[in-house]
């Protein structure tokens, strides 16, 4: 699992321009997990994500990924293997002539070649949803927007990693291109057994796919619930400036004009037999 214990974090500590940024945070992620994680623009959530592979190191506290501690130099490289990391518009990152080139940088430095390698990445491609014959060999920058993001996420899954971490993985897609990607986190999931916790500012993304959702706000943890207690709690969605699902949303307008109607449903196929429901009653 991984464990942040009593995590604060400072930015620029002892000098004029401080920021603490987290404050005595407390978590646990178990393998196999679903997790959302909101708040609002300034709360914390990108700096949080940065302490569970070590790209930050927490001012106090511990964080440990399956007992080992970010803040050992000779722990990191085992860490960065286990705890992948898909940073907003990944695709930016994308930098070798082909596809396969592309996904093969971080195993090969891991020390893989020649048939292992290549399986590898044709695992990876696989686990993200590409077509190894269609894509191999194709340069990543004549690629759509959602098949660049596929390519940047096999790249991380290359490297087998037990927990997946992915910063808003689907801004600026177009809607099938969000729906494809979610879709393919949660069959990676499923097929791999492996921990994904998905930053997003979509509530209705984080309540199709997440089973637990952490809030934070202005560096606190302010709740660790299920999604369907997380958006159940009206005063912590507007204390923490956050939205309703839009489906939520719409179903909870219907109860307040008198439908009887759940109010507890985040999906179109949920709500139409919802109120398929309450129209026969």
Do not use: W
């Not at 914390?44 to 964080?63: F, H, M, W």
């Not at 096999?154 to 801004?171: M, N, S």
């Amino acid at each position: 699992m991984i464990e942040l214990k009593n995590i604060s974090l400072t930015y620029n500590e002892n000098t004029p321009f401080e920021k603490e940024a987290l404050r005595d945070i407390n978590i646990t992620i178990e393998k196999g997990e679903f997790i959302g994680l909101i708040g609002h623009t300034g709360s914390g959530k990108s700096t949080l994500l940065q302490l569970l592979n070590g790209l930050e190191l927490p001012t106090t506290g511990d964080v440990l990924v399956d007992g080992m501690n970010t803040g050992k130099k000779e722990d990191l490289k085992e860490i960065r293997k286990r705890v992948g990391f898909v940073f907003q518009y990944p695709e930016y990152q994308l930098f070798e002539e082909t596809v396969e080139k592309d996904i093969s940088y971080a195993p090969e430095n891991y020390g893989l070649k020649g048939e292992e390698l290549d399986n590898r990445v044709r695992e990876a491609m696989n686990l993200a949803g590409l077509d190894y014959e269609k894509y191999a060999k194709r340069s990543p920058f004549e690629l759509s927007g959602g098949e660049k993001r596929r390519v940047a996420l096999a790249g991380v899954l290359a490297a087998r990693p037990q927990y997946l971490i992915l910063d808003e993985p689907t801004a600026g897609l177009d809607p099938k291109g969000r729906q494809d990607l979610l879709r393919e986190l949660v069959n990676i999931r499923e097929r791999e057994g492996i921990a994904v916790l998905l930053v997003s500012h979509s509530m209705n993304d984080i309540s199709h796919v997440a089973e637990r959702i952490l809030v934070l706000k202005e560096g606190n943890l302010v709740s660790d619930d299920s999604v369907k207690n997380t958006f159940a709690n009206d005063e912590l969605l507007k204390n923490a400036s956050l939205s309703l699902p839009e489906i939520t949303g719409f179903m909870k307008m219907l109860k307040d004009s008198g439908k009887d109607v759940r109010t507890d449903i985040f999906t179109m196929e949920e709500a139409v037999g919802e109120i398929k429901r309450c129209l026969e009653i």
